[in-house]
T-cell receptor, first 115, second 109 residues
Framework: GAVVSQHPSWVICKSGTSVKIECRSL??????MFWYRQFPKQSLMLMAT?????????EQGVEKDKFLINHASLTLSTLTVTSAHPEDSSFYIC???????????FGDGTRLSIL | SQQGEEDPQALSIQEGENATMNCSYK?????LQWYRQNSGRGLVHLIL?????REKHSGRLRVTLDTSKKSSSLLITASRAADTASYFC?????????FGTGTSLTVIP
Protein backbone atom coordinates (compact mmCIF):
# COMPACT_ATOMS: atom_id res chain seq x y z
CA GLY A 1 0.00 0.00 0.00
CA ALA A 2 0.94 3.65 -0.29
CA VAL A 3 3.48 4.98 2.14
CA VAL A 4 2.98 8.62 1.26
CA SER A 5 -0.39 10.14 0.48
CA GLN A 6 -0.56 13.38 -1.47
CA HIS A 7 -3.73 15.37 -1.95
CA PRO A 8 -5.24 16.65 -4.14
CA SER A 9 -4.04 14.86 -7.25
CA TRP A 10 -5.25 17.59 -9.62
CA VAL A 11 -6.21 21.21 -9.12
CA ILE A 12 -7.48 23.70 -11.67
CA CYS A 13 -8.03 27.23 -10.44
CA LYS A 14 -8.02 30.85 -11.45
CA SER A 15 -5.00 33.12 -11.37
CA GLY A 16 -4.55 34.77 -7.98
CA THR A 17 -5.90 31.82 -6.02
CA SER A 18 -3.88 30.21 -3.26
CA VAL A 19 -3.65 26.43 -3.39
CA LYS A 20 -2.72 24.08 -0.57
CA ILE A 21 -1.22 20.66 -1.22
CA GLU A 22 -0.99 18.08 1.54
CA CYS A 23 1.59 15.36 1.97
CA ARG A 24 1.02 12.68 4.58
CA SER A 25 3.40 10.01 5.74
CA LEU A 26 1.20 7.00 6.41
CA UNK A 27 3.50 4.38 7.87
CA UNK A 28 6.02 6.27 9.91
CA UNK A 29 6.90 9.58 11.43
CA UNK A 30 8.85 11.95 9.24
CA UNK A 31 10.81 14.84 10.68
CA UNK A 32 11.75 15.82 7.16
CA MET A 33 9.85 15.83 3.89
CA PHE A 34 10.87 17.04 0.47
CA TRP A 35 8.93 19.04 -2.10
CA TYR A 36 9.72 18.80 -5.79
CA ARG A 37 8.41 20.55 -8.88
CA GLN A 38 8.40 19.10 -12.36
CA PHE A 39 7.65 21.02 -15.54
CA PRO A 40 6.50 19.09 -18.62
CA LYS A 41 9.16 16.86 -20.13
CA GLN A 42 11.67 17.93 -17.51
CA SER A 43 13.21 16.36 -14.46
CA LEU A 44 12.16 16.83 -10.86
CA MET A 45 13.70 19.83 -9.18
CA LEU A 46 13.96 20.01 -5.41
CA MET A 47 12.14 23.09 -4.18
CA ALA A 48 12.48 22.84 -0.43
CA THR A 49 13.02 20.62 2.56
CA UNK A 50 10.24 20.68 5.10
CA UNK A 51 11.35 20.34 8.74
CA UNK A 52 8.94 19.38 11.49
CA UNK A 53 8.62 22.14 14.04
CA UNK A 54 10.97 24.56 12.30
CA UNK A 55 11.33 26.59 9.15
CA UNK A 56 11.66 24.95 5.79
CA UNK A 57 14.89 25.09 3.87
CA UNK A 58 14.44 26.45 0.37
CA GLU A 59 16.61 25.78 -2.65
CA GLN A 60 18.20 28.68 -4.44
CA GLY A 61 15.79 30.53 -6.65
CA VAL A 62 12.63 29.31 -4.89
CA GLU A 63 10.56 32.12 -3.39
CA LYS A 64 9.76 31.21 0.19
CA ASP A 65 7.00 33.81 0.40
CA LYS A 66 5.28 32.33 -2.60
CA PHE A 67 5.66 28.68 -1.66
CA LEU A 68 4.71 28.43 1.99
CA ILE A 69 5.62 25.19 3.70
CA ASN A 70 4.26 24.04 7.01
CA HIS A 71 5.32 20.85 8.78
CA ALA A 72 3.24 20.97 11.91
CA SER A 73 3.28 17.27 12.74
CA LEU A 74 5.42 14.24 12.13
CA THR A 75 3.02 12.93 9.50
CA LEU A 76 1.87 16.01 7.64
CA SER A 77 3.58 18.65 5.52
CA THR A 78 1.71 21.20 3.43
CA LEU A 79 2.79 23.33 0.51
CA THR A 80 0.73 26.42 -0.22
CA VAL A 81 1.21 28.15 -3.54
CA THR A 82 0.12 31.71 -2.78
CA SER A 83 -1.46 33.96 -5.39
CA ALA A 84 -0.79 31.37 -8.07
CA HIS A 85 -0.20 32.45 -11.65
CA PRO A 86 -0.10 30.46 -14.90
CA GLU A 87 3.68 30.11 -14.68
CA ASP A 88 3.19 28.19 -11.43
CA SER A 89 1.35 25.48 -13.32
CA SER A 90 3.39 22.36 -12.78
CA PHE A 91 3.49 18.90 -11.23
CA TYR A 92 4.33 19.03 -7.53
CA ILE A 93 5.57 15.91 -5.73
CA CYS A 94 6.42 15.33 -2.11
CA UNK A 95 8.56 12.63 -0.62
CA UNK A 96 9.66 11.18 2.67
CA UNK A 97 13.39 10.54 3.04
CA UNK A 98 14.89 7.12 2.86
CA UNK A 99 18.05 5.80 4.45
CA UNK A 100 21.34 4.74 2.90
CA UNK A 101 19.71 1.37 2.32
CA UNK A 102 16.13 2.32 1.62
CA UNK A 103 14.70 4.57 -1.07
CA UNK A 104 12.69 7.71 -0.64
CA UNK A 105 8.95 7.25 -0.76
CA PHE A 106 7.08 9.56 -3.09
CA GLY A 107 3.53 10.77 -3.21
CA ASP A 108 1.60 10.41 -6.44
CA GLY A 109 1.98 14.10 -7.19
CA THR A 110 -0.37 17.04 -7.65
CA ARG A 111 -0.98 18.51 -11.06
CA LEU A 112 -1.62 22.23 -10.66
CA SER A 113 -3.14 24.13 -13.55
CA ILE A 114 -3.63 27.88 -13.20
CA LEU A 115 -5.93 29.47 -15.73
CA SER B 1 24.03 21.52 -8.66
CA GLN B 2 24.36 17.81 -8.08
CA GLN B 3 21.83 16.97 -10.74
CA GLY B 4 22.86 14.02 -12.80
CA GLU B 5 22.97 13.93 -16.54
CA GLU B 6 21.25 11.10 -18.36
CA ASP B 7 21.95 9.77 -21.76
CA PRO B 8 20.21 9.41 -24.11
CA GLN B 9 17.46 11.97 -23.60
CA ALA B 10 15.13 9.84 -25.68
CA LEU B 11 15.25 6.24 -26.82
CA SER B 12 12.94 4.37 -29.16
CA ILE B 13 13.23 0.62 -29.58
CA GLN B 14 11.22 -2.35 -30.80
CA GLU B 15 9.52 -4.64 -28.36
CA GLY B 16 11.83 -7.44 -27.34
CA GLU B 17 15.00 -5.38 -27.68
CA ASN B 18 17.13 -4.27 -24.76
CA ALA B 19 17.21 -0.66 -23.58
CA THR B 20 20.23 0.91 -21.92
CA MET B 21 20.26 4.27 -20.17
CA ASN B 22 23.23 5.97 -18.59
CA CYS B 23 23.52 8.39 -15.71
CA SER B 24 26.52 10.48 -14.68
CA TYR B 25 26.82 12.51 -11.50
CA LYS B 26 29.23 14.92 -9.89
CA UNK B 27 30.01 14.17 -6.24
CA UNK B 28 30.31 11.23 -3.85
CA UNK B 29 27.10 9.41 -3.07
CA UNK B 30 25.62 7.01 -0.51
CA UNK B 31 23.45 5.34 -3.07
CA LEU B 32 21.95 5.79 -6.49
CA GLN B 33 18.37 4.99 -7.34
CA TRP B 34 16.43 4.53 -10.54
CA TYR B 35 12.82 5.58 -10.89
CA ARG B 36 10.19 5.24 -13.54
CA GLN B 37 7.50 7.76 -14.30
CA ASN B 38 4.57 7.21 -16.59
CA SER B 39 3.27 10.33 -18.28
CA GLY B 40 1.60 12.65 -15.78
CA ARG B 41 1.98 10.23 -12.91
CA GLY B 42 4.07 9.87 -9.79
CA LEU B 43 7.34 8.07 -9.42
CA VAL B 44 7.82 4.36 -9.10
CA HIS B 45 10.99 3.19 -7.39
CA LEU B 46 12.78 0.54 -9.44
CA ILE B 47 16.06 -0.25 -7.80
CA LEU B 48 18.60 1.12 -5.32
CA UNK B 49 22.30 0.42 -5.58
CA UNK B 50 24.61 1.36 -2.74
CA UNK B 51 27.97 3.00 -3.25
CA UNK B 52 29.83 -0.22 -2.35
CA UNK B 53 27.90 -2.27 -4.88
CA ARG B 54 28.83 -2.63 -8.53
CA GLU B 55 25.88 -4.45 -10.00
CA LYS B 56 22.35 -5.29 -9.03
CA HIS B 57 19.53 -7.21 -10.69
CA SER B 58 15.78 -7.08 -10.30
CA GLY B 59 13.72 -9.07 -12.76
CA ARG B 60 14.43 -7.69 -16.22
CA LEU B 61 16.39 -4.79 -14.76
CA ARG B 62 20.15 -4.67 -14.38
CA VAL B 63 21.89 -1.70 -12.81
CA THR B 64 25.60 -1.06 -12.69
CA LEU B 65 27.50 1.53 -10.70
CA ASP B 66 31.02 2.76 -11.30
CA THR B 67 31.93 5.17 -8.53
CA SER B 68 35.34 5.87 -10.04
CA LYS B 69 33.65 7.21 -13.15
CA LYS B 70 30.67 8.55 -11.23
CA SER B 71 28.30 6.80 -13.56
CA SER B 72 25.52 4.25 -13.56
CA SER B 73 23.58 2.38 -16.20
CA LEU B 74 20.14 0.84 -16.28
CA LEU B 75 19.52 -2.05 -18.64
CA ILE B 76 16.00 -3.26 -19.36
CA THR B 77 16.05 -6.60 -21.13
CA ALA B 78 13.37 -8.01 -23.43
CA SER B 79 11.48 -4.73 -23.41
CA ARG B 80 7.71 -4.55 -23.54
CA ALA B 81 5.36 -1.85 -24.73
CA ALA B 82 4.37 -1.33 -21.10
CA ASP B 83 7.95 -0.25 -20.34
CA THR B 84 7.28 2.98 -22.20
CA ALA B 85 7.91 5.72 -19.65
CA SER B 86 10.49 8.22 -18.45
CA TYR B 87 13.33 6.87 -16.37
CA PHE B 88 15.27 8.96 -13.86
CA CYS B 89 18.37 8.29 -11.87
CA UNK B 90 18.62 9.95 -8.47
CA UNK B 91 21.67 10.37 -6.28
CA UNK B 92 21.60 10.39 -2.50
CA UNK B 93 24.60 12.07 -0.92
CA UNK B 94 23.20 11.73 2.60
CA UNK B 95 22.47 15.43 2.78
CA UNK B 96 20.91 15.94 -0.61
CA UNK B 97 18.90 13.99 -3.12
CA UNK B 98 18.89 15.03 -6.77
CA PHE B 99 17.32 13.67 -9.91
CA GLY B 100 18.94 13.28 -13.28
CA THR B 101 17.57 14.81 -16.43
CA GLY B 102 15.74 11.64 -17.43
CA THR B 103 15.48 9.35 -20.42
CA SER B 104 12.22 9.04 -22.30
CA LEU B 105 11.84 5.44 -23.45
CA THR B 106 9.37 4.40 -26.13
CA VAL B 107 8.91 0.71 -26.82
CA ILE B 108 7.18 0.07 -30.11
CA PRO B 109 4.92 -3.00 -30.18
Amino acid sequence: GAVVSQHPSWVICKSGTSVKIECRSLDFQATTMFWYRQFPKQSLMLMATSNEGSKATYEQGVEKDKFLINHASLTLSTLTVTSAHPEDSSFYICSVPGTPREPQHFGDGTRLSIL
Amino acid sequence: SQQGEEDPQALSIQEGENATMNCSYKTSINNLQWYRQNSGRGLVHLILIRSNEREKHSGRLRVTLDTSKKSSSLLITASRAADTASYFCATDTGNQFYFGTGTSLTVIP
